[in-house]
């Protein structure tokens, strides 16, 4: 489903908050605010990944003007029936529409508020998701004590939270289209391989959305996946040359930005809805901004599977989704 908005929406404010780990990563300096611990003063890492939305919620509203009306908050998580997000965002006393696209949920959740605000459903609507290494392992592997061995295609899972406000009002980054993906599945039953069984949908959302748009790979800036990591990326890559989309050096992932896989031992990179939140919210969303990045792609890529699922022998599903962001004034950023 290709949407391109004659009356664009805009990104009105938004707010990052991390980990450890994260802030150790190489944009660290840019997360606006961490925990020591991840654990955010709470007794439970369920609890500290509720309190990393809340956190972020309450950065991304202190950054409006007295007075600006959030009229709904599109928000989900990775945990089962999205119980970070429910709890995390219960007291702002603003309607609630929770959703579930796994690691697509921040693409997911800015496509549906920017579709409402564009055609005036709403003025101003949230776009909040999150994720927590302690509480996705111990929800889809197991509990950190076990102390089991990591796989070399496995991803950490990223410990943070980003919200994001989509407005009518006129600001540098707009969104000037977006894309919901279709569901794809690879064959992949490997919970340790996230990223090759999340690209075939990756590949299959770049190459409709070339085609719906009629534009290629070089009339971007920056065209990056969230969240394959470096086995996902390098499918990627590999498969949209051979499909006669070759993307260059401005294709990255948000899996392989967050962390240093090497110093920090990070195996095939980062993983989560958390991820790519905190890639647009900390580093891609303020070089728009600055006028350093123009035309964007951001494309949510998220495995639908469920602890059910994979104890069944299921393969895992995947989906994505994409939004394209698109600086205002662009001559200003020359």
């Not at 391109?4 to 190489?26: D, I």
């Not at 991840?38 to 309450?58: I, L, N, P, V």
């Not at 089962?80 to 579930?100: A, E, M, V």
């Not at 990255?252 to 990070?266: K, Y």
């Amino acid at each position: 489903m290709y949407i391109k908005f004659s009356n664009r929406p805009s990104v009105l404010s938004y707010y990052a908050v991390a980990g450890r780990k994260e802030k150790e990563g190489p944009i660290g300096h840019l997360i606006e605010e961490y925990s020591g611990d991840d654990r955010f003063s709470k007794d439970t890492w369920e609890k500290a990944e509720s309190e990393m939305q809340r956190r972020a919620f309450s950065g991304a509203l202190s950054k409006l003007s007295p007075g600006t009306v959030v009229d709904c908050i599109f928000a989900g998580d990775l945990m089962n029936q999205c119980t970070s997000s429910n709890y995390g965002l219960i007291d702002f006393d603003t309607p609630y529409i929770g959703l579930y696209g796994a690691c697509s949920t921040c693409a997911e959740s800015i496509a549906l508020a920017s579709m409402s605000v564009s055609a005036g459903y709403a003025v101003n609507a949230g776009a909040v998701t999150s994720s927590h290494f302690c509480s996705a392992e111990r929800q889809f592997r197991f509990p950190l004590e076990y102390g089991g061995q990591r796989t070399p295609t496995s991803q950490r899972t990223v410990t943070a939270s980003g919200a994001f406000i989509i407005s009518n009002k006129q600001c540098r980054a707009e969104i000037a289209e977006v894309m919901f993906g279709t569901v794809r599945d690879g064959g992949i039953k490997d919970i340790n391989n996230m990223g090759a069984a999340m690209a075939p949908a990756a590949i299959d959302t770049l190459c409709t959305f070339f085609d719906k748009s009629d534009t290629r790979p070089s009339d971007y800036d920056l065209i990056v996946t969230g969240d394959l990591g470096y086995e996902g990326y390098s499918i990627v890559k590999d498969l949209m040359a051979k499909r006669g989309r070759k993307l260059g050096e401005n294709y990255s992932d948000c899996g392989l930005i967050v962390f240093d896989r090497e110093n920090q031992d990070m195996h095939a990179g980062g993983s989560g809805c958390g991820c790519s939140a905190l890639v647009l919210g900390a580093k891609i969303l303020p070089e728009i901004e600055a006028g350093k990045l123009h035309e964007v792609l951001f494309i949510g890529t998220g495995a639908l599977m469920s602890p059910t699922s994979l104890q069944q022998g299921l393969s895992i599903p995947a989906v994505a989704h994409l939004v394209h962001f698109s600086s205002k004034n662009k001559e200003e950023g020359k």
